[in-house]
C-alpha cells in the first residue's frame, strides 16, 4: 500500500510502477485504486494489450474482495486520509511505503501523518509494516539535504530509497507503463533507486512478524 494524505507525494507514480515491475516478472498484479481520481486506473486504461497484464480494482465506489489468486495487491490511496478512513486502509496493509516530497511543506505534513501511521495497533505490533522513500529528489539541493537528514532520523519506519526527479516517470506514466518498461539505457539510474525498494519488498523486513 502507497499511502500519505499529502497530495502529489508520489503515490500513483510508486503504485503504478511496483504494478508495472511485478507483471513485468511474470507476477498476478491486482491494482487496487481507492481514489476517486482514478489515476492509477487511468494509467490502466492507456497500457497497450500486448503489456504484460494487470488487474484494475475500482475501491473508490463501493467495497471489492480482496482479490485471492494475486501474487501481489498493491493499493493506490488518495490524499487527505485520516481517522476512520485511514484506520481501514490501514487493515488491508501488510507493507507500506510513504512517499515524501522535498519540500518543507510537505516534510512538515509527513511528520503528524507518519506518528498517526505508526501509532495504529496493527503497525505498532508490526502486522502491517512501514517504510520511507523520497521523491522527485534532486540531490545537490539544500532542501533535499533537509529531508534526508529528517527522513534518517525517523525511528520505527526505515528511510530505505532516494527516488530522483525526472521525467522518466511522465514518459512511462502516459504509455500505461513502468520505468522498468522503458529502455534500460534510459532508466539505469532510476531502476538502481528501485532496487532496495524491491529488496524491502522480498525480505522479512516488509512482512508482518509471526505471520
Ligand atoms: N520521481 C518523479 N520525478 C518526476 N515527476 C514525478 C516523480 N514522482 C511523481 N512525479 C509527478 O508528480 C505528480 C504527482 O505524482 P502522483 O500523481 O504520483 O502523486 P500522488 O501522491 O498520487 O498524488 P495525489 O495525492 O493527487 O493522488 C505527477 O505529475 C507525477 O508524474
Ligand atoms: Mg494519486
Known amino acids: 500500500m502507497v499511502l500519505?494524505?499529502?497530495g502529489?507525494?508520489?503515490k500513483s507514480t510508486?503504485?503504478?510502477n511496483l504494478a508495472s515491475y511485478y507483471a513485468s516478472q511474470g507476477?498476478?498484479?491486482f491494482l487496487v485504486d481507492f481514489d476517486p481520481q482514478s489515476s492509477s486506473l487511468e494509467w490502466l486504461a492507456a497500457r497497450s494489450s500486448g503489456r504484460k497484464s494487470i488487474t484494475g480494482i475500482d475501491a473508490s465506489i463501493s467495497s471489492f474482495r480482496q482479490p485471492r489468486s494475486a501474487d501481489y495487491v498493491i493499493y493506490d490511496t488518495p490524499a487527505a486520509v485520516y481517522g476512520k478512513e485511514l484506520t481501514a486502509l490501514l487493515r488491508r496493509a501488510q507493507s507500506i511505503i510513504i512517499p515524501i516530497l522535498p519540500s518543507p511543506i510537505d516534510m512538515r505534513a509527513a511528520t503528524p501523518f507518519i506518528q498517526k501511521v505508526l501509532d495504529n495497533g496493527r503497525v505498532a505490533?508490526?502486522?502491517c509494516r512501514v517504510a520511507l522513500i523520497a521523491n522527485r529528489c534532486r540531490e545537490n539541493t539544500n532542501v533535499f539535504h533537509q529531508l534526508d537528514v529528517y527522513l534518517k532520523k525517523v525511528r520505527k519506519a526505515p528511510f530505505i530509497s532516494v527516488l530522483r526527479e525526472t521525467q522518466n516517470y511522465n514518459k512511462a506514466s502516459e504509455r500505461g507503463i513502468g520505468i522498468?518498461?522503458?529502455?534500460p539505457y534510459?532508466?539505469?539510474r532510476d531502476r538502481d533507486q528501485w532496487e532496495p525498494i524491491i529488496k524491502w519488498l522480498k525480505s522479512k523486513r516488509s512482512q508482518p512478524v509471526n505471520a
Open 4 to 6: 500519505n494524505s499529502k
Open 8 to 10: 502529489g507525494s508520489g
Open 14 to 16: 510508486i503504485s503504478t
Open 186 to 188: 534510459m532508466v539505469k
Open 125 to 127: 505490533r508490526k502486522e
Open 27 to 29: 507476477k498476478k498484479v
Open 180 to 183: 522498468f518498461e522503458l529502455a
